[in-house]
């Protein structure tokens, strides 16, 4: 059985479709599996060759990975969730239940996408406290430290955004206490320090430049909706781009 | 400092020509790469990460089966919840508003942290534990941070488990719909503090505008100020080898920025234990 | 503890917030001296 497989696997590799798509062999070869990392574009984001050391769980626990991971699944249970959501006041909240009840698969992910969601927030703490605790922000990898931080408020911002799409009274309210917060900015938002000696009220402060409006309404949601689903996704993946490609240049400063 | 097992990609561009890619190749594949002994990627780590990423789908596939998603009522402006939370991960700032006003609570504190976070590895000259678990070489980094993740972990447990209606303080065992009877404790500033126990007259010495500055009051700023000033001096004066190490700009950053942090437990303190409110008042804002 | 305000509970709280954030130090640090000493065997053992 398994030399039939094997022969099936040899020919199947050696067809000009297959050359033409992965342009190597299957990496059962040291040479074939120099050249999938070269050749393959989500394995180059990978060296060919790693420390045995680096290889320890115990080192990276998979955090940064993880986060990573679920960054990609929200991606894609967001993408079908969009086919059913419509940012309008008067009809988003019944297309949450919809999810929930007639669509196919609705409720599955739409609590993939909830679970995930709190998962990447909790991962990228751990990742950053993994990364802190073995001092792999140290020179010459200041730069990518600084790069994750500015992921951890994407992060916090995307999680955010998406918590008013529901429009459901924890929604609406918890949207209502950020933007409370934001009214009380110093020097930008009318009810802070300083915001009325400079001229801020509420229709021109900070709040009303986040929320379209004074009240969490219409205008907050497609804000919302346009920053959690196309805005706030554009701009991690840019900093997960540069992210990654700083770890590779430094090397991974695992274990020897 | 690139590490030897990252290879310049601009090598696969010359993949025409398979004699320079071959012999890449056959070096990388054949020899080790650097002192230590190195494993090809594909299969040790790709599988370690397929293996990972498995698992982890498996127990979000169970968590969405077992808890979906929550859906609460429609919004509705005119029926506010009670109580009215942010999502756990702002839990803790929402805590701080007990003790904070919303400018500082909401805004300057948390800037701190994000600058603070950002600031700290141009902040640490440490050179020891450079890609390696340690405690013991580089105790006050550890020390400092862990505290910061403790505090803000704490306040967040607090804003999930023991917040209740009116955002009272609600232990396990109190029943979660009886409301708690408002505060009857009268809750005291600094400045009335001062102007107690000294005996201090309540006329302003100079008024600027709205502000009446009463000598109570610069006081409280003499205090304000006074704890970064003598909190940075303090490590200057008798521990002069720590400020010789960080240097004079890393160090009034790194003990600003540690004195602020351990403002905030401080401040609580001051409110639960000293039913003190405000430690610095004017009209602008009040700390 | 019939007035919920007064100085017991809220030192009960304070209390809290001291063992609580102490608490969570202790579980870092304590996973952190965990693990240097388990890399360090490792690389005694190698």
New interface residues.
């Given amino acids: 059985m398994k030399k039939l497989l094997d022969r099936i696997r040899e020919n199947v590799t050696k067809t000009q479709v297959w050359k033409s798509i992965f342009r190597h062999g299957y990496?059962d070869t040291?040479?074939n599996?120099?050249?999938?990392?070269?050749?393959n574009v989500i394995?180059?984001l990978?060296?060919?060759?790693?420390?045995?050391?680096a290889?320890?769980?115990?080192?990276t626990w998979?955090l940064g990975?993880?986060t990573f991971?679920f960054f990609v699944?929200l991606a894609i249970t967001g993408v079908f969730l969009m086919f059913y959501y419509v940012p309008d006041?008067r009809r988003a909240?019944n297309d949450?239940?919809d999810l929930?009840s007639v669509i196919y698969f609705g409720?599955?992910f739409?609590?993939?996408?909830?679970?995930?969601a709190?998962?990447m927030?909790f991962s990228v703490w751990m990742h950053?406290?993994r990364v802190?605790?073995?001092?792999?922000?140290?020179?010459?990898?200041?730069f990518n430290?600084?790069v994750g931080?500015i992921l951890?408020?994407t992060t916090?911002v995307l999680?955010?955004t998406g918590?008013l799409l529901?429009?459901?009274?924890?929604?609406?309210?918890?949207v209502?206490?950020?933007s409370?917060?934001?009214?009380?900015?110093?020097l930008l938002?009318n009810?802070?320090?300083?915001g009325a000696?400079l001229g801020m009220s509420v229709n021109n402060d900070i709040a009303f430049v986040l929320l379209g409006g004074t009240?969490v309404g219409q205008s907050a949601l497609l804000r919302f909706y346009v920053l959690h689903c196309l805005g706030l996704p554009l701009i991690t993946a840019l900093f997960i781009a540069v992210h990654f490609w700083r770890i590779?240049?430094?090397?991974?400063?695992?274990?020897? | 400092m690139a590490d030897k097992e990252s290879r310049p990609i601009a090598v696969v561009s010359k993949s025409g020509n398979s004699g320079g890619l071959a012999d890449l190749i056959k070096r990388t594949a054949a020899e080790k790469i650097g002192p230590e002994d190195t494993v090809l990627v594909w299969p040790n780590l790709v599988y370690i990460e397929f293996i990972s990423m498995l698992a982890i789908t498996t127990l979000l596939l169970a968590l969405a089966f077992f808890s979906p998603a929550p859906l609460e009522e429609l919004a509705s402006a005119d029926t506010t919840p009670n109580p009215t939370k942010a999502p756990w991960y702002f839990l803790g700032l929402q805590e701080l508003l007990v003790y904070f006003d919303p400018w500082l609570a909401g805004v300057v504190l948390p800037t701190m942290i994000i600058i603070g976070l950002v600031l700290i590895p141009y902040i640490d000259p440490n050179p020891l534990g450079k890609g390696y678990y340690t405690f013991s070489e580089r105790k006050f980094a550890v020390t400092g941070f862990i505290f910061g993740l403790g505090l803000w972990y704490v306040l967040i447990l607090i804003g999930v488990e023991f917040r209740g209606l009116d955002w009272s303080w609600y232990w396990p065992w109190d029943d979660p719909h009886i409301h708690k009877p408002a505060g009857a404790v009268k809750l005291v500033d600094m400045e009335v503090i001062f102007q107690n126990a000294l005996g201090l007259s309540e006329t302003p010495i100079v008024t600027v505008g709205r502000y009446a500055i009463t000598l109570a009051n610069i006081l409280t700023w003499a205090l304000f100020i006074g704890y970064f000033v003598v909190g940075i001096t303090i490590p200057f004066l008798f521990m002069r080898k720590f400020y010789n190490r960080l240097g004079f700009v890393r160090y009034n950053l790194t003990m600003f920025l540690l004195l602020a942090m351990l403002g905030v437990p401080l401040k609580i303190y001051l409110r639960l234990l000293a039913n003190i409110k405000y430690v610095l008042v004017t009209p602008w804002f009040k700390i | 503890m019939s007035d919920i305000w007064g100085y017991p509970y809220r030192l009960g709280i304070a209390i809290f917030v001291t063992v609580g954030i102490f608490g969570i130090m202790g579980i870092f640090l304590g996973f952190t001296i965990w693990l240097e000493n388990s890399f360090k065997k490792d690389k005694l053992k190698k």
């Fill in positions: 990496p040291d040479a599996r120099a050249l999938v990392m070269f050749s394995l180059h990978h060296p060919v060759r790693i420390r045995r050391g290889l320890k769980i115990k080192f998979c990975g993880l991971f699944l006041t909240y949450i239940k929930g409720s599955l739409r609590a993939l996408h909830r679970w995930s709190h998962a927030v950053m406290t802190f605790l073995t001092g792999s922000y140290k020179p010459p990898r200041e430290w600084v931080v951890l408020v916090l999680s955010w918590y529901p429009w459901d009274q924890l929604a609406l309210w918890a209502t206490v950020g409370k917060m934001a009214e009380a900015s110093p938002g009810a802070g320090p300083f000696e009240v590779r240049k430094d090397g991974f400063s695992g274990p020897l």
